[in-house]
């Protein structure tokens, strides 16, 4: 690596994940952290995703940068593999979401070149101040979960924040049918 890198991962917020979230999203309540998991765990069922809640809460900068950078270099579809093998290897491994292992495996997943994955993310600052400033942004309209999803409507938009079941999703696209005739 070319010096040290900027996100010391090892020194990350290390809490396992149902103790985070326990403590800063369900005010330290066990019934709320309980019927979360149950939730997550069944909409991971229905997409084919074993939720696990024991990995590292941590920095996800490097991932977000990776991401933003080859979206912007190789496409939409590239980002698409590099979001769902982060979200496997976090979600269902339990991996740390910024280590460089885990970012390389992601950009291999993706179809990425091995030598040009390696060099970005030893790069600590390529595409940081962009990312950066798209992730304010983004925090500036409000937006704290993933998915993000904005159905451009005729007359106004729709949005789905954070995990919904396709019944959702359904129900807001019927709206902006029904708004589009």
Known sequence: MNGVHRV???????????????????????EQMKKYTILMSAY??????DFKFHG????????????????EELGPEVADKLVNSLYSQYFSQEKHPSAP??????ALDAGIDREKAEVFIRDD????????MLL???AGNGIDAVPYV??????????????????????EFEKVAKESK
């Open 150 to 171: 904005v159905l451009e409507g005729r007359r106004r938009d729709f949005t789905l924040e954070g995990a919904k079941e396709v019944e959702e999703y359904v129900k």
């Open 56 to 71: 590292t809460v941590a920095n996800t900068m490097d991932a977000h940068r990776l991401i933003q950078h080859y979206q």
């Open 8 to 30: 010391n991962y090892m020194k990350d917020f290390h809490k396992l994940k149902a103790h985070r979230y326990k403590a800063t999203k369900y005010n330290n309540s066990e």
């Open 125 to 132: 600052y390529e595409g940081l101040p962009e990312t950066k």
């Open 136 to 138: 304010r942004e983004q």
């Open 101 to 106: 292992d885990t970012l390389l495996a992601a």
């Open 44 to 49: 991971g069922v229905g997409a084919g995703i």
